[in-house]
Structures are given as structure tokens and as C-alpha cells.
């Protein structure tokens, strides 16, 4: 498939469409910041089940999982017991996890749920080189409780002493914002490369060109 190109203009017609562009990014910037302050606003849930998780140091409950912060984001990640191939796009979401220590710096820990056991979890990690956190949820009704079914998504969650609430949950196309490396494909003329953009951008579905690091 051919690609279409941009047209190609003047430095001062260039110049007028990039003004133009920005006066719609920082429309949409200060779009985002409204429903972030919305999102800070939300109602929470409280979670108060003794959930038992396990990650590499033993049993861990929910609480554990803050690892003393006060907030926690988890991610739950499509790994089932009995798979041995954990799904391409939550592999490419961690992939694009950052360094912790600045979200510690701000009272937050992240960390990986997954519903596979200790042993299935820990074996995928290795393939893929992580040393991102991981938890296994198995056995455990947290997934159900969360609305997880058999997905992924993010959930963030809020200490208050001990008591553990839920305040946000986004899934499906929600998941985006959080992988940086579809963050840099939409400021390339190419973009994602995928059959919904513009005309002669590209042919695949959303996320099927999507694969482990180690397979491309």
C-alpha cells in the first residue's frame, strides 16, 4: 500500500498551520484538564475484603500493596492460569512503564495484577526482562469485585489509614493514555497506522499490529 505524504508548502504556510494546530492542542489540553479535575473529584468505593494476593516476597493483602503510599494504581493484566502467553497489548503497556520512583516521590505505587499464579506470572517476567512490581490475584474474587471479567484495565485506589477505597476505573481505549508509545505515533505523519485514521494511513485493525517486544 502507498502512503499519501503531506503536501509540501512554504516555511510560512507551515508556520500558519502549526499556529493553527496548537490553538486545537491547547484547546484539548485545557479539555483534559477539566475532566482531570472531574476525575479528582469522583466518589470512591470502599474495598474492604481480605484479599490474599502473592507476589515474590509471599501473601500480600491490599492494603501490602501500597507499599506504605497512600495511593496505589494497578494495573490487571490479561494473564490467565494455564497461559503461558500473556496478552501483546498489556505486554506493550508495561513495556511503556516508567522509572517508579517519580511516581513515588508523589504518594503513588504502581503495580501489575494478574490473575495467572505466582509461577506463570514470574516465568513471563522473565521472558520479557521486567522488573516492574507483579501480584497474583489467584483464587481471589479481586478481578470479579473490580468489574474485570476477563480484560484488562486500571484501577487506582486510596489509603486512608486502613481503609482501602476505589476511586477510578478505565479500560478499552482508556488503557491509551498510559502507553507512550502510541503517544509518540500520533505526532508522526503515519500515525498508528491503523484502518480508522485518515485515508491511505493504513490497513491495520486497531492494536493488531501489536506484538511482544521479542516477536517483532
Known amino acids: 500500500m502507498t502512503t499519501a505524504l503531506p503536501r509540501i508548502v512554504s516555511p510560512e504556510e507551515w508556520a500558519s498551520a502549526r499556529e493553527e494546530l496548537l490553538r486545537k492542542e491547547k484547546e484539548l489540553t485545557r479539555a ?13 468505593v470502599r474495598f474492604g475484603k ?31 492460569p494455564g497461559d503461558e502467553a500473556g496478552c501483546p497489548g498489556c505486554s506493550l503497556l508495561v513495556d511503556n512503564m516508567s522509572n ?5 516521590a508523589r504518594d503513588v505505587t504502581l503495580q501489575v495484577v494478574a490473575p495467572a499464579t505466582p509461577a506463570e ?41 486502613d481503609d482501602v477505597f476505589r476511586t477510578y476505573f478505565t479500560s478499552n481505549r482508556g488503557g491509551d493514555q498510559f502507553v507512550t508509545t502510541l503517544r509518540y505515533l500520533d505526532v508522526t505523519p503515519f500515525g498508528r497506522q491503523e484502518a480508522w485514521q485518515e485515508e491511505s494511513r493504513g490497513t491495520d485493525a486497531p492494536g493488531a499490529w501489536w506484538r511482544r517486544h521479542d516477536e517483532y
Not at 32 to 42: I, L, Q, S
Not at 58 to 63: F, N, Y
Not at 100 to 104: E, F, G, I, R, V
Request: hydrophobic share 45%; charged share 25%.
Open 32 to 44: 483534559t484538564d477539566r475532566v482531570a479535575a472531574e476525575r479528582r473529584r469522583m466518589p470512591m
Open 50 to 80: 481480605d484479599y490474599a494476593f502473592t507476589d515474590r516476597e509471599g501473601r500480600k493483602s491490599l492494603l501490602d500493596l501500597f507499599a506504605g503510599r497512600r495511593q496505589l494504581i494497578v494495573y490487571h493484566f490479561m494473564l490467565f
Open 100 to 104: 517508579p520512583a517519580h511516581l513515588n
Open 121 to 161: 506470572i514470574e516465568r513471563y517476567w522473565a521472558r520479557m526482562g521486567w522488573t516492574v512490581p507483579w501480584a497474583s490475584a489467584a483464587g481471589t474474587d479481586f478481578l470479579a469485585d473490580c468489574g474485570i471479567g476477563g480484560g484488562f484495565g486500571v484501577s487506582v485506589f486510596l489509603r486512608d489509614g
